[in-house]
C-alpha cells in the first residue's frame, strides 16, 4: 500500500475524532491558533525538514507500534499510507501540492500538524518527550512555540 484515499464518510468521522481529541477547531491549528492540550511542541519546519530528522520521527513511530498514518491535507485529499511513506512537510515532497497537513493514527495518541508559516507542530506526550530527548537543540528551533 502506498497511498489508500480515505472514503468520505470515514474521512469525515476520522477527522471529527482527531479535531475533538487534539482542540482543532479551525484549518489551522498550533503555534498559529492557540490550544488547551499541553502535549506539544512547535518547531521551525526548516530545523525538521531534512532526511535525518524524517528518519528519527519515522523511527520513533515505528518502535511505538505505529505501521499506518491518517494523512489529511488542505487540499481536502486525505490518505492512509504506511509510517515509511510520511513526509510531513507543507511542501510535500518538494512539491505544493500538499499544503497544510495533518498526520496521526487512528489511536490518536500522536499527531503531526505543517503550517504554512513555517512550523511543524508535533503532539503526543510520548512523542514530545522523546523529541526533546533525541535532539538536544530543540530550544533554539522553536521560535512560535509558547508552550515549551
Known amino acids: 500500500m502506498q497511498k489508500e484515499s480515505i472514503p468520505d464518510e470515514v474521512c469525515m468521522e476520522l477527522k471529527k475524532k482527531m479535531e475533538q481529541t487534539w482542540d482543532i477547531s479551525k484549518s489551522y491549528w498550533y503555534p498559529l491558533f492557540e490550544c488547551k492540550r499541553p502535549d506539544l511542541i512547535a518547531f521551525n519546519s526548516q530545523y525538521i525538514e531534512s532526511e535525518e530528522k524524517l528518519e528519527v520521527i519515522i523511527s520513533l513511530l515505528k ?66 518527550k522523546s523529541l526533546k530527548s533525541l535532539w538536544s537543540d530543540w530550544k533554539q528551533n522553536i521560535d512560535w512555540d509558547t508552550k515549551n
Open 63 to 128: 518502535n511505538h507500534g505505529v505501521e499506518q498514518v491518517l494523512e489529511f491535507l488542505e487540499t481536502d485529499h486525505s490518505y492512509k499510507i504506511e509510517v515509511s511513506n510520511l513526509y510531513p512537510y507543507y511542501c510535500y515532497n518538494g512539491e505544493f501540492i500538499g499544503g497544510e497537513g495533518f498526520w496521526c493514527s487512528d489511536k490518536m495518541d500522536w499527531i503531526i500538524y505543517a503550517s504554512h508559516e513555517g512550523t511543524i507542530t508535533f503532539g503526543g506526550d510520548w512523542l514530545v
